[in-house]
Every structure is written in structure tokens, then in C-alpha cells.
């Protein structure tokens, strides 16, 4: 198995194993890697010749110093799980200062309102920190193909915005939302929970799929005034945001039209550990 520090050392390798006509796909990450994440890799691989695998703590899209210095950070256990997967992977794990050189800052990018609100709000900076990694390192693999997760769905319209700006001709995938038995999305902060809050947390998956029925004859006000109601009266959870949005322009619902799809989105807090989800609507 391959793994590269360099920009330089991975774009030697990749030009000595690409042909013209093969198709690289690439799965960025920041490691501490779950089955979630395993998922988007398989995909990768069934769809690409060849996969490379980005894991990389991003610095720039934590809103919270405490947040990035808790970050697990397990790359022995990571390149372990991708070998069991397929010893061809190739895992381009770089440090800050290869991506951000001596400057560890963001770019600012006009990602037309996408990013102002629920995450965007909430976490100051976060998408600019994500756009400037991402720009990194897509531009740096060049794959045919990246793949994201649905879980963080407001991040991946917003790489879809972003390849717009660069004119990047890059095929940016979404993947559906993996979930634990319970129901609960996965995510490498759920090993944070202790293993009540754990099963607790199925909690969050249960009220979007309620939501989701409630939708079909209620109104989005009606179904995010039930939701807030559900959690204010739970002593597990302190609810961030619970919002329903137009699925393609992140735009809040007034009133729900023909032909429009719409999502749920919910930021939690539990036991101090933020926790998002969302769920399709119709
Ligand atoms: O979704 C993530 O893990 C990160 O936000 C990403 C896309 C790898 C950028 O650091």
C-alpha cells in the first residue's frame, strides 16, 4: 500500500501508473475512519481504476481550538482499514505545512448564501476552511471523480458550488448518510459518547424519520415547532437548529411547491459532543 506526504511524490506516482484513459477517483477525509467512510471508498472503488484516499486533519475548518485538538487522529488504524479493504488504494497523507505552506489560513469564497446559515452560522469560518482544503486537494490529485457523504449535506452542495467557481472538471458524487444499528448517523465524534448516550442518540434519527412522516400532511413551521418541542422536553439533548430547507439552494421553506424536494437538517449537542444529521423529505 501507498502512502504519500508530498503533492510532489504523489503526482510522480500517479503519472508513472495512469494511463489516458484510466479513471482516478479520490475519497478526502480527515481519517479517524468508520464504516461511513469505508462506504464512500467502496464506491470509489468500484467506479475508478485507481483510488487515492486524502486523510488530513484540515486546522482551517474548526471553528473551535478544543474541537481540532480532540480530533482522533489514527492513521495506523486508518491505513490498516483501507488495506483490509484494497492494498491499491493510495492514501496521500500530507502535514499543515504542505497544504498551507507557512500561512494557515482560509480563502474567502462567495458560495451564494449556501454557507450562511445552520452549519455556516453556527461554526464561523468553517466553509472557507473547507472550500480552501478541498481546492487543495482536488487540485493537486486532479481526480475524474470525488465522493463525499450525504451526512454533511450542506458541505457537499457547497463542493458542488465550489467546483462551479473553480471550473474544476471533476465529478463530484454524493453518498447516502451511513447509520449505526440504532439509527444514529456515523461519525467518528459518536466515540465520544458513552455508551448510554450512544443508544440515546437514536433519538435523532427518530425524530427526522416522525418529521419526515409529519411532512407529508403538515407544514415545515408546524414540523420545526414539534421538533424543538420534542427536544426541549429531552434531558439528553440540547438542540442547535432544527431547520427544513430547499434540498438544492439550502433556502428555508415558506411553503412547500410541486416539483421542489426538501430536507431536514439538526445540529445537537450531547454530553458536550455536537452531533448533525438530516433526512430527505419527499
Ligand atoms: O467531510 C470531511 O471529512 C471534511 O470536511 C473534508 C471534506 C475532508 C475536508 O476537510
Redesign the pocket.
Known sequence: MHVFRTIKKLKAHLNSINSEKSSLGMV???GALHPGHLKLVEQALLENETVVVSV?V?PT?FDNKEDLRKYPKTLSDDKALLNSLDKKIIIFAPEVAEIYSDKVTSKEYDFNGLDKMMEGKFRTGHFNG?GT??EALLTAVMPNRAY?GEK?YQ?LQIIRKLLKILNLPIEIIGCPIVRESTGLAMSSRNERLSDRLRKEAAFIYKVLQEAKDKFGTKSANYVVNWAHKIFDEHPDFDLEYFKIMNSKNLKPVIRKQKGQKYRAFIAVYAEGVRLIDNIALN
Do not use: C, L, S, Y
Open positions: 478526502p477525509t480527515m488530513f484540515n475548518q473547507v482544503v478541498v463525499f454533511d458541505q
